[in-house]
């Protein structure tokens, strides 16, 4: 089969047949080096039992033909270049999704697998030392690994929309700094790694946690990276501010925290939201009951509307927006992304944005925070 043959040509690290309608409900094949030879690992799951066994590298596409598609129905597969989605139909027909793969080091030793960071250990970082993500000898420190992936993942967004941008100074504001994990993160990231002028802000709260990270910022040399005491909501700014990022700023933080970005006409929206309670109080549907009748189900169901409505809003506002998997949700669950960029914006494609907003909330009987401050706005205006 050609699909197969492809893949194989790619050396991929990991293949997974899943979807099965026989014995086995899952099959996983990693690669491994076995007696100094490239080799793969087979984990064939049963209802209740897994079962191993090593082939050697070259048998790797004759087994997944021995499985799919008769047996299974969908394959995944990940190599260096490429990551495939193939889904076989009723009819044998085959759909088959191909993406650039992220940047990433495949290191081949028994399962082992290390993805190459923009920012990653042995940089000499004095920031990471200080806040406990790194050791004195440049390692991740281990209970601070998937904080580590997480704000890595977030520099690669960042990395991607400054792609457009054209200046070499930029002015940034971090809404909900916290521990300011991010904000050195992304300092360090612009001022050394793309040579730019960085003038950061961070706001928080909590006026212990401002005076620790100014006085580190201090330590660091950081000039350009502030922190100060303020709440989103109505926090106001002489300067112009090309890029607002949030992580996890909780419940309708972020919903202020869009809402200000879309009144400074900020150019770029970076924003993994955290805590949506807001709908989750308020949804109900009698003909989508089966939304909302299950604690854990609604909660899910409030939380994806919350953000699909933020998304929506911004597209009215003006932004060409996605909402992405920030993360893998092994390692956190709040893994969506939304990211916002300034662009032109189809007046009917903005009143689509805003027509299934509204569609949303009179389905669930729901107000969202964001959607009203836009549309209050807008009615001051008019």
């Known amino acids: 089969m050609d699909i197969i043959k492809e893949i194989v040509e790619t050396h991929p690290h990991k293949v997974v047949l899943s979807n099965g309608k026989g014995e086995y409900k899952k099959i996983i094949f990693a690669r491994k080096v076995l007696k100094g030879r490239n080799a793969y690992q087979l984990e064939k799951y049963t209802q209740t039992q897994v079962f191993h066994e090593n082939i050697e590298e070259g ?10 598609p008769a047996e299974f129905k969908q394959m995944n597969a990940f190599s260096l270049t490429t990551d495939y989605d193939v889904k076989a139909g009723k009819k044998g027909n085959l759909a088959v999704s191909r993406r650039q793969a992220e940047n990433k080091t495949i290191l081949v030793g028994g399962n082992n697998r290390k993805k190459k960071y923009i ?36 520099i690669e967004m960042v990395d ?3 792609k457009t941008y054209k200046g070499d100074e930029i002015n940034i504001i971090d809404f909900g700094c916290g521990k ?9 990231y612009i001022v050394e790694i793309r040579h730019m002028t960085a003038h950061i802000t961070g706001l928080d709260l909590k006026e212990q946690v401002i005076k620790n990270c100014n006085k580190l910022a201090e330590k660091c040399g950081y000039t350009d990276l502030k922190f100060k005491i303020g709440d989103i909501n109505g926090y106001r700014t002489d300067r112009k501010v090309d890029m607002v990022v949030t992580l996890h700023a909780c419940d309708t933080a972020t919903d202020y925290a869009l809402y200000n970005a879309i009144c400074w006409n900020t150019t770029y929206i970076l924003s993994v939201p955290c805590c ?13 009951s ?10 899910r169901t409030a939380a994806l509307m919350t953000d699909a409505i933020r998304g929506c809003m911004l597209e009215y506002c003006g932004y060409k927006t996605d ?3 920030f993360i893998d949700i092994e390692h956190s669950p709040k893994n969506i992304l939304i990211r916002a960029v300034k662009k032109p914006v189809s007046e009917e494609k903005r009143e ?26 807008e009615r001051s205006h008019s």
Do not use: W
Request: with cysteine; aromatic share 12%; charged share 30%.
């Open 290 to 299: 089966a939304l909302t009748k299950y604690g854990i189900i609604k909660e």
């Open 180 to 188: 300011s994990y991010l904000t050195f993160f992304l300092y360090y």
């Open 352 to 377: 689509r944005a805003k027509a299934e907003a509204e569609r949303l909330c009179r389905t669930f009987g729901i107000h969202q925070t964001l959607m009203q401050l836009v549309l209050t706005e």
């Open 323 to 325: 909402l992405l998997e």
């Open 119 to 154: 920012l990653d250990e042995g940089m000499d970082i004095p920031a990471f030392r200080e806040l406990g993500i790194f050791t004195k000898e440049g390692k991740v420190v281990s209970s601070m690994y998937d904080k580590f992936r997480q704000i890595n993942r977030f």
């Open 59 to 68: 048998r790797l596409a004759e087994h997944i033909a021995m499985h799919f």
């Open 276 to 288: 949506q309670h807001e709908l989750n109080k308020q949804i109900r549907s009698e003909e989508l």
């Open 160 to 162: 991607d929309v400054l």
